[in-house]
Every structure is written in C-alpha cells, then in structure tokens.
C-alpha cells in the first residue's frame, strides 16, 4: 500500500514537472507574439531569445529563427511602414540587447505611436530579417 502511494506521490511530481518546463521552455515565444502583435506564431518560428532592460521604460528584444514562407505572417500584428533597406548587424540595431546568433539585417519594418498600448503612451517596435527571412528579431520599446 504504501510502495502505491510513494509511486502515485512520484509520478504526480514528474508530471507537474514536465508541465512547469514545457510552460518556460514556451515563454520566449509568447514574449515574441506580444512583442509582434499577434495571436499566434507561425509554427515555423523557433530558437526565439529574448531579453529586457527594465527602468522607467521597457526594451525587450527577441531573435529568432523562421521559415521565409512564414516570415510574412509576422508584419500582420502593427500597422508598419513600408519595408526598408537595413545595413548592419542585429547586435548593433538591438537596441543595446544582443540575443541570439548576431545576423546581417537587410530588412526592417518600423511602427511608432503616441496613441498608446497598453500600460504605455508610447511604443516603437522595429521588425528586421535577413536577406533570406529565415532569421528576425524584433525590438520593442515602451514608455
């Protein structure tokens, strides 16, 4: 009888466990689709980063990988401008935040309100691929 309880009492903890590492193994992504703006990431969307600077205002930052297939799915959170030429590495237009694998940026797209998000007045995000869209970062900044 006891030996049952010992192995219930057992299997109950690793299963919690499992749940609780699935949940922050998932949580970069969930950072990235609030930081996009959208509902759902493509399923292609993987190996995603993200860090954050935390004073008065917030600067998150997340890099990730994507099929280019997908990668046009992520301009449909924001009302962006129009696509425009970058030059650079992803670490130098991160905002400070270098997150993954540092990339060549040959695409950003740009959104900036003063109408509020929010907790915030302000934001300006900053969507940037590689020249084959399989990698992207996104930069988020709140006040």
């Not at 109950?12 to 609780?20: D, E, L, N, P, R």
Request: proline share 5%.
């Amino acid at each position: 009888m006891k030996a049952r309880q010992v192995f219930g009492i057992i299997a109950i903890a690793v299963m919690v466990t499992g749940i609780g590492v699935a949940s922050y193994l998932s949580r970069p992504s969930r950072i990235t689709a609030a930081l996009l703006n959208v509902t759902k990431l493509p399923s292609s969307l993987r190996n995603s980063e993200c860090s954050s600077l935390l004073s008065q205002d917030t600067i998150t930052t997340c890099s990730f990988e994507i099929d280019p297939a997908d990668a046009s799915h992520l301009i449909a959170g924001w009302p962006y401008s129009s696509q425009i030429e970058g030059t650079g590495s992803s670490d130098e237009l991160g905002w400070g935040l270098k997150v993954g694998k540092p990339f060549p940026v040959s695409f950003i797209y740009e959104y900036s309100t003063d109408q509020g998000a929010g907790p915030y007045t302000h934001i300006d995000v900053s969507l940037m691929f590689n020249a084959e869209r399989n990698r992207g970062m996104v930069t988020f900044f709140g006040l």
